[in-house]
């Protein structure tokens, strides 16, 4: 259990391979985040300050999707995840979007 009168920084949080912000999510729905991929696990925050971690995503069996091109937002790509128990057989898909081209180029880099 997380003890709630300390947070975390980066150096704590052990094998930091990337980090960085990104957008979850499209349209209205979509959120700024702050994500920090660490071994198999992707987990992200309410912001820099690693505070408020928001979720955290086990990568081992993710397959990426990159978007041609980019939008006024940036350049985005798709973690997807295979379901367990009721809905296996089946992909969860996280969107995300990077700022850049090179940073999105990045994020799939270190996350393949």
């Known amino acids: ?3 709630i009168t ?13 980090d960085g912000q990104l957008w979850k999510g499209t349209g209205m729905k979509s959120r700024k985040r702050f994500f920090v991929l660490d071994g198999v696990s992707l987990q992200y925050f309410a ?3 690693l505070t408020v971690r928001k979720g955290e995503l086990d ?4 397959q990426l999707s990159i978007f041609s091109g ?10 997807l995840l295979p379901q367990h128990g009721e809905a296996a057989g089946s992909m969860r898909r996280y969107t995300l979007c990077a700022p850049t081209q090179q940073a999105r180029s990045e994020w799939c880099c270190k996350l393949a």
């Open 1 to 3: 259990m997380m003890d």
């Open 6 to 18: 300390h947070w975390p920084d980066l150096a704590e949080l052990g094998n930091v391979q990337h």
């Open 47 to 49: 912001s820099e300050a």
């Open 59 to 62: 990568i081992r069996d993710a």
């Open 70 to 79: 980019g939008t006024k937002k940036g350049f985005f790509f798709e973690i």
